[in-house]
């Protein structure tokens, strides 16, 4: 296999809080002070609520995807985007070409190119920042001076999230372990790329450092992306040394999903905010959810990205997987992730497939859950290379939290 997906080489420093010695905050417990899911200061008094799980519509599409106006992407127009993402069923994509290639201005290349138009698709105002520290994807339900962002990539970490924050952007670390490790705080942006291009087994790095931040208290989204650069040529004489990962990695490998309350650009950003989203290996896989009933009366009540507080009582978790393309005599295997370590293994089969497990989140603690599943791969014929690459990851969930600090 070519391997092609940039290698994990740099480890996340500093994501878990650690336990000092001397005097103890005002406030603090001293029995608690050597556990890292101890949330004192915080009783939940002000938790938003939980997801409508009635009042929305499931989303997918792409969220890092480069044409030909990234300088490192070949024989990928717009238009040969924006054609297979609708013939595949994509409800919204984000071309997050390079800004460096044109000194950030993304408005007068990207965005103002003919071919950045579609009928079918939402198309998201995204672009790649590209700067020495690391990559993110900035992602917008409408145009933004993305000029701004690119101007104060080399400034402090605090200037950077002032701008960001003006500019009213979602911003997301890319590949956190790789070759262009993000390496800026994590506290300025609202997701993390867990999941990039088809080759899922280049994306342990990547996962190790979104359950660091996970566990550290920052409720950060877990999103997917292709990053793909290059299309199929359309004449043997326009192929290039990497034409061969038009058929490996391309739209949707992986694809996110997300619940949005409605069918628009500003939803899709609020949703992907939120973290009302999974990921799945591609536009035909399987959709992973994730729920939990809370109040023990026999209906799931929330959903991924919501945060609950905890009575103290087992609460009831559902994973489903849905989609033409779930496989009756199938089985299925389900990981369940509770604060960054193996919680259980479950199997899943079955024409609607879908298990549950209990557990009790305590209610002084800061606790969160999500799951993996793994199975037969499934085929993707517009890129059947991609199969191979994500081999049996099947999609991951987004966590439900528990007692996590809204103003963290």
């Known amino acids: 296999m070519r391997a092609f997906a940039l290698a994990a080489a740099l480890m996340l420093a500093g994501c878990a809080s650690g336990s000092g010695t001397g005097a103890a905050a005002p406030g603090v417990n001293l029995a608690d002070r050597g556990n890292l899911f101890a949330t004192n200061s915080f009783r939940g008094a002000s938790l938003p609520p939980p997801a409508s799980l009635t009042r929305g519509v499931w989303m997918k599409g792409d969220l890092h995807i480069h044409s030909r106006h990234s300088k490192d992407s070949s024989n990928n127009p717009v238009s040969k985007i924006v054609g297979l993402a609708e013939r595949v069923g994509m409800d919204y994509l984000c071309i997050t070409d390079h800004d460096n290639h044109v000194y950030g201005d993304i408005a007068h290349n990207t965005w103002t190119d003919p071919e950045f138009h579609s009928d079918k698709l939402l198309l998201l105002y995204c672009a790649e920042w590209t700067t020495h520290r690391g990559h993110g994807t900035a992602i917008s339900a409408r145009p933004y001076d993305h000029q701004r962002l690119y101007d104060v990539r080399d400034q402090r970490d605090v200037v950077i999230e002032a701008t960001k924050k003006a500019l009213g952007i979602h911003l997301s670390a890319n590949h956190p372990e790789s070759g262009n490790a993000f390496t800026f705080s994590y506290d300025m942006v609202d997701s993390v790329e867990v999941w990039n291009s088809a080759v899922w087994a280049s994306n342990a790095g990547n ?168 199975g037969p791969p499934t085929a993707y014929p517009e890129v059947p290379g991609s199969m191979k690459l994500s081999g049996a990851m099947l999609g991951l969930s987004n966590p439900i939290y528990f007692n996590y600090d809204p103003n963290f």
């Open 207 to 374: 996962i190790r450092v979104w359950d660091g931040l996970l566990k550290s208290g920052r409720k950060l989204t877990g999103r997917g992306g292709s990053d793909s650069h290059h299309g199929t040529p359309d004449t043997p004489a326009q192929a290039t040394p990497l034409s061969y990962q038009a058929p490996e990695n391309n739209v949707g490998t992986p694809t996110t999903w997300v619940y949005a309350t409605t069918r628009s650009r500003a939803a899709v950003v609020a949703a992907l905010t939120n973290g009302r989203v999974s990921i799945s290996a591609n536009p035909y896989s399987p959709r992973v959810e994730f729920y939990a009933d809370l109040d023990g009366d026999g209906r799931m009540d929330a959903m991924m990205g919501d945060n609950l507080k905890p009575s103290g009582r087992p609460v009831a978790f559902q994973v489903r997987l849905t989609g033409a393309s779930v496989m009756p005599t199938a089985t299925y295997t389900v990981r369940v992730v509770k604060d960054g370590a193996k919680f259980a293994t479950l199997s899943i089969s079955g024409e609607k497939p879908q298990v549950g497990f209990t557990d009790t989140p305590k209610p002084g603690e800061r606790t969160y859950y999500r799951v993996e599943v793994e």
